[in-house]
């Protein structure tokens, strides 16, 4: 008797949060109207947790509503928190990610351009995110799911970036040097070069040193995994000439840049070192 009881509780309960689902939604909705992002994003939450209870159209306003409070919330925490705040929202830009290509994929076009605003912001936050867990994965290595989810971000990026024609040569170099951690050098090969082609199309204001060390590790991967000896050749020859161009942009800037022109002249010169090293090596 008394478990038939229980059991009737637990039905009437069930009943009771699925109702309140559609509820939430309408909640989540006056909070985002409002511009609170952070009640926003907890009502849908809510909303969602019985994503059964709610219509095709609730569950798409849910899923828009906390996809695209998460995107704004999770770029001001990256973007502009503290060390504590970027580490307590790194999940948000993923999820944010999947609830709006959810939304993307299921809706006939009226949406699209609600979604699609939010990725060039969201982009970023999951470039900013991937970079925190891959950190975190360099303090914690017996962890390897923090591997599995910055590769996860970082590929949400790229796809964000792929969408919106709007690719970021950081987010391949950042993904295939973690391919490279963990030992995929065919993937990390690809993305290094794609990271390298993007750096050379795009147009710049400020100078970028960055190619230095993404050339680096290409040479380094093609001539030591793949004894591919001429194809790292190419590349140090190429990773000169950029770092060269990039160079001449800090010079033009030396005014404006101050006592920070002296920061790319040293690391100019280390990159330079380095790279001479490793030709010296691949040659003998």
């Known amino acids: ?15 009771v949060i699925a109702a309140a689902q559609p509820n939430n939604v309408n909640l989540a909705n006056m909070a985002w109207e409002k511009g609170n992002l952070e009640r926003a994003m907890s009502y849908a939450s809510e909303a969602l947790q019985a994503a059964e209870a709610l219509t095709h159209e609730q569950l798409l306003k849910a899923r828009l509503i906390r996809g695209k409070a998460g995107a704004r919330l999770s770029y001001d925490a990256l973007v502009k928190g ?5 580490r307590a ?4 830009p993923l999820q944010a990610y999947h609830d709006l290509k959810f939304v993307l994929d299921s809706d006939i076009g009226d949406l699209k351009n ?9 982009s970023h936050a999951l470039l900013l995110s991937g970079s925190d867990f891959d950190n975190a994965f360099t303090e914690n290595s ?14 949400a990026s790229i796809e964000l970036g792929q969408m919106t024609g709007n690719e970021k040569y950081k987010t391949y170099y950042y993904r295939g040097d973690v391919l490279l951690m963990i030992k995929e050098y065919d993937m990390a090969v690809v993305d290094f070069k794609k990271a390298m082609d993007l750096f050379a199309a795009a147009q710049r204001k400020t100078a970028d040193l960055g190619i230095g060390d993404l050339g680096y590790r ?12 001429n194809g790292a050749l190419d590349v140090i020859e190429k990773t ?12 033009s800037l030396k005014e404006k840049l101050g006592e920070r022109y002296n920061d790319y002249v040293e690391e100019f010169d280390l990159l330079t070192t380095d790279l001479d090293k490793l030709e010296i ?4």
């Open 89 to 92: 929202n790194r999940h948000i």
């Open 82 to 86: 503290t060390d504590e705040e970027m």
């Open 218 to 229: 290409l040479a380094y991967t093609l001539a030591g995994v793949f004894n591919e000896k």
């Open 281 to 284: 090596s691949i040659k003998k």
């Open 142 to 155: 017996d962890d390897s799911s923090l591997i599995q989810q910055s590769i996860e971000n970082y590929s």
């Open 114 to 122: 609600e979604v699609t605003a939010e990725f060039t912001k969201l």
């Open 240 to 251: 000169r000439k950029l770092m060269k161009t990039e160079m001449e942009r800090a010079e």
């Open 1 to 15: 008797m008394r478990s038939k009881i229980f059991f009737t509780i637990i039905i009437i309960s069930v009943s």
